[in-house]
């Protein structure tokens, strides 16, 4: 049986998330901020229609958020990554065959389901994901995942196709009337850069990439483009992907709440994204060889002095225990701090990720167990479990720093109404 994609993306999702636990929102425009509360991420329907833009600086559009009476709400990810996991177990009610590809959108294969009207077993997703999560959604239906973000695209500026669209019964010549009305750029996998020079040899939508030449397309974009276009002629090429593949890169970084100048401040901050880092590098079951530690300035301070660096430190043998990544991490602070300099974002980045389990020992540590103890592996362990029990932070190294004046600025974030006790819905009566 061919394949039957669903792709089901979340409408406006973190504005979609703050209205789930304030109905007063609805119809209102609503816009999330970025991390310091710097630029708006995401924008409720309402907000675009005022000329919001993505990636509009806060301060710039300060008068027009008062004006017009925006809701304004920093990032709440903890809120939005859970509501997320909601949507997905809602979506495996309907297939076992389920991917997830970001915090909003995920594909279903549907073509196990005794379906007659896939058009009607999108209506259903929909209607159960909103009646089991508040969050709306659109729903793009087609034998490839590649068309069906295709129609997704039509679902989001039709209002007429009420959130679905299935082009399962749909002829080519019916697909290819849409796919002339696509800017290129707007296909799944092409993007800026491929489009730039798509452009240029007089490729500027869909339909026209779907009936170049594959031998052009194979130059420009490698097999990767030949996919692409063999999924726009219905050909599956792009199958669900049911594990998330391990990072080959860790980082973590973020600007600071407030001008960062002294050592102390730099240090508790880097304990504590390499902290953040390690955990992500244990959830994979990965060890790293290599850290490096980046500091900088503040560049659209002009009148400041301005500086930026960073420096990097090779282990001797993989490792993921977190002290043993601290220690290094404040090691190369130390080497790249400067006083007398106005610090705006710091950060650290793990890299040379191996599986846990293949790590090759070195010859110059055999006798060392500096990296080898278990007591280590255990130690670290609980602590990754107290903290997934009892919270965030339970417990915490003491170079991270308690206070943390210097931690973004999140003035407006809404309560993490479903994963934290001290901040569930209360219902007055």
């Avoid at 659209?300 to 002095?305: E, S, Y």
Wanted: positive net charge.
């Amino acid at each position: 049986m061919k394949n039957v994609f669903a792709l089901i993306d979340c409408n406006n999702f973190y504005a979609s998330c703050e209205r789930v636990f304030n109905p007063l929102l609805e119809n209102k425009p609503v816009i999330v901020l970025s991390n310091n509360d710097g630029c708006c991420v995401a924008r409720s329907n309402e907000a675009k229609k005022l000329g919001i833009k993505m990636g509009e600086p806060f301060f710039k559009i300060k008068d027009l958020i008062e004006k017009n009476k925006v809701n304004v709400f920093s990032s709440n990810y903890e809120l939005y990554g859970d509501i997320s996991n909601r949507v997905v177990n809602t979506l495996f009610t309907f297939s076992p065959d389920v991917e997830v590809y970001s915090i909003d959108e995920a594909f279903v294969n549907l073509k196990n389901l005794a379906v007659n009207d896939y058009r009607n077993t999108g209506k259903q997703i929909r209607e159960k994901v909103l009646s089991w999560t508040g969050i709306p959604v659109s729903v793009g239906i087609s034998p490839t995942k590649t068309l069906s973000k295709v129609a997704n695209e039509f679902v989001k500026k039709n209002k007429s196709l009420n959130g679905v669209l299935s082009l399962i019964d749909y002829s080519e010549e019916e697909i290819d009337n849409l796919l002339r009305e696509l800017d290129v750029s707007d296909v799944w996998g092409i993007g800026r850069q491929y489009s730039k020079k798509l452009r240029e040899d007089g490729i500027n939508t869909a339909y026209d990439f779907k009936y170049s030449n594959p031998k052009y397309i194979q130059k420009i974009m490698t097999i990767g483009g030949i996919k692409t276009q063999q999924e726009l002629k219905g050909i599956s090429c792009i199958p669900i992907e049911y594990e998330i593949p391990d990072k080959k890169g860790i980082c973590t970084s973020r600007s600071f709440g407030k001008n960062v100048t002294t050592f102390n401040e730099l240090k508790e901050a880097i304990s504590t994204y390499t902290t953040t880092a390690s955990e992500k590098l244990r959830s994979q079951s990965s060890r790293c060889f290599r850290i490096t530690v980046f500091i900088r300035t503040n560049p659209f301070r002009v009148n400041d002095k301005q500086y930026s660096n960073s420096c990097s430190y090779n282990f001797q043998e993989a490792t993921q225990y977190t002290p043993d990544l601290i220690k290094a991490g404040i090691s190369l602070l130390n080497k790249i701090y400067k006083p007398g300099y106005y610090y705006q974002k710091a950060g650290i980045l793990l890299t040379e990720i191996i599986p846990q389990g293949k790590e090759q020992e070195s010859l110059f540590n055999l006798d060392n167990l500096q990296y080898k103890n278990p007591k280590k592996d255990l130690v670290i362990q609980k602590v990754d479990e107290i903290n997934s029990l009892f919270g965030n932070n339970t417990l915490i190294f003491g170079s991270s720093g308690i206070k943390k004046e210097w931690k973004i600025k999140s003035e407006k974030r809404s309560d993490r109404y479903t994963t934290c006790f001290k901040e569930i819905l209360t219902i007055k009566i």
